[in-house]
């Protein structure tokens, strides 16, 4: 059976291996405070799709969608090691 690309646990799978991370690489508490920030976020960007976007015509909602994926990349380009910054 092929896997469910709209369940949040897959998400968060996919997530973590963006980031080259596992759950068995870290301890109890990071994996417990990463899952709730994870699922949180996804619940948060659920509810504003839900609650406000939908509300926005089409051309608009996919402008202010696209900026929040602009805000997301350039925080992650942000974060980047040092050495990644200057290649």
């Known amino acids: 059976m092929p896997k469910n ?4 646990e897959h998400q968060y799978q996919l997530f ?6 596992s759950e068995e690489q870290m301890g109890s508490q990071q994996r417990i405070l990463l899952r709730m920030t994870f699922f949180g ?4 960007l659920l509810v504003l799709m839900r609650d406000d976007l939908s509300r ?3 051309n608009h ?8 994926h602009d805000q997301v990349m ?4 942000s974060i980047s090691a040092p050495e990644q910054k200057q290649n």
């Open 56 to 58: 926005l015509e089409e």
């Open 61 to 68: 909602g996919v402008r202010v969608l696209e900026d929040m």
């Open 74 to 77: 350039q925080y992650f380009e």
């Open 16 to 21: 973590l291996q963006r980031i080259a991370l």
């Open 5 to 8: 690309i709209f369940s949040i």
């Open 41 to 44: 976020a996804a619940g948060q």
